[in-house]
């Protein structure tokens, strides 16, 4: 710093002021510090930029699937923020496993990390409870986690339960099979809860045998789907996850079994192959970018009022329906 400094003729704290962003420097002195640094070939230190303000400037990201679309696009809005702010990101998979989620979380506060951006597993509130007590800021994304002292994005996904089965209804529809993915995970117990007001608001009963289990992967929604085919009358099928949705494809296309003509299908998410695929999937759509780009804000709002005791929010996004070719009117009574 002190070369550079030297170089642009300022003082050192300008030339911190250009690095952290900590106070306006004019456009005339931040270019002559931004030329040094490009002249000097100027990297800073972060290890030693920490210990001087008791900050690692890392944040953490732990999810439960980075195969999923889903959160590679949530990890994407995450990631802009935290670069903006020159913080680096570190990703974690815990594979929806409550042993591997704990030892992530225990490694990283070891590194002292600034922050969480955390995508709880099935029933891993108590995962959550180690940032708790050690007062590190986190913020939880897609899966709400009711009694936590924590900022809150998730989806807005009983309306889209709802969305996606008023749909169908409206196409004329009567026998709606669910394909339910990791059954204790809020967003799918809401999307499950949407499907059922929409049938009851329509004068439909809910048949608990349309509901079908599939946890939210490929091979399970295959599975799953398999056992729907086997209930007389199904014409159409909601599915809560966009990895059951190319398990629903695969088994329909396996059995010879034409979608929409046969079976309707509307999926959750708009992952980037719904649009290549043949036909085009129905999907109800979420703003994975907007959540994890909020979260970050969250997150640096509680790391600058780390002591600040402000009500914890709860942040719930739209949902939206886009109809495509995998829906249609049903042509007969079904299978």
């Not at 990631?79 to 490694?107: G, K, M, P, W």
């Not at 049938?199 to 799953?224: H, K, P, T």
Request: some cysteine; glycine content about 8%; charged content about 20%.
């Amino acid at each position: 710093m002190k070369d550079v400094a030297k170089r642009a003729g300022v003082s050192i704290s300008t030339v911190s002021h250009v690095l952290n962003n900590t106070r306006f420097v004019s456009e005339a002195l931040r270019s002559k510090v931004e030329h040094a640094i490009e002249g000097l070939a100027y990297q800073p230190n972060p290890l030693g930029r920490g210990l001087r303000k008791g900050k690692s400037f890392t944040i953490a990201l732990v999810l439960p699937d980075h195969g999923n679309p889903f959160f590679v696009q949530a990890a994407r809005g995450a990631q802009e923020l935290v670069r903006q702010q020159n913080y680096s990101l570190i990703t974690c998979n815990t594979d929806e496993e409550l042993d591997q989620e704990a030892f992530y979380i225990s490694s990283l506060l070891q590194r002292k990390v600034d922050g969480f951006i955390i995508a709880p597993t099935q029933g891993g509130s108590g995962n959550l409870q180690p940032l708790v007590e050690t007062q590190t800021p986190f913020v939880v994304i897609d899966r709400y986690v009711d009694g936590i002292p924590a900022d809150q994005v998730v989806s807005d996904n009983r309306t889209g339960g709802y969305q996606a089965t008023e749909h169908l209804i409206q196409l004329g529809h009567k026998r709606i099979g669910l394909l339910v993915g990791i059954p204790l995970l809020t967003p799918i117990i809401d999307r499950t809860e949407g499907y059922r007001q929409a049938l009851q608001a329509n004068g439909m009963e809910v048949d608990e045998n349309l509901l079908s289990e599939g946890c939210s992967q490929i091979e399970e929604g295959y599975l799953a789907m398999e056992s729907l085919l086997a209930i007389n009358g199904l014409t159409a099928v909601f599915s809560t996850n966009n990895m059951m949705s190319l398990g629903v494809l695969r088994c329909l296309k396996d059995k010879r079994i034409r979608c929409p003509e046969e079976i309707s299908l509307v999926g959750f998410d708009d992952a980037e192959w719904a649009t290549s695929i043949s036909p085009s999937l129905t999907v109800v759509a979420q703003q994975p970018y907007e959540m994890g780009f909020i979260a970050a804000e969250l997150l640096f709002a509680a790391i600058e009022s780390k002591n600040d005791k402000a009500k914890p929010r709860t942040i719930r996004l739209e949902t939206s329906l886009i109809s495509r070719e995998s829906t249609a009117k049903p042509l007969n009574s079904g299978r």
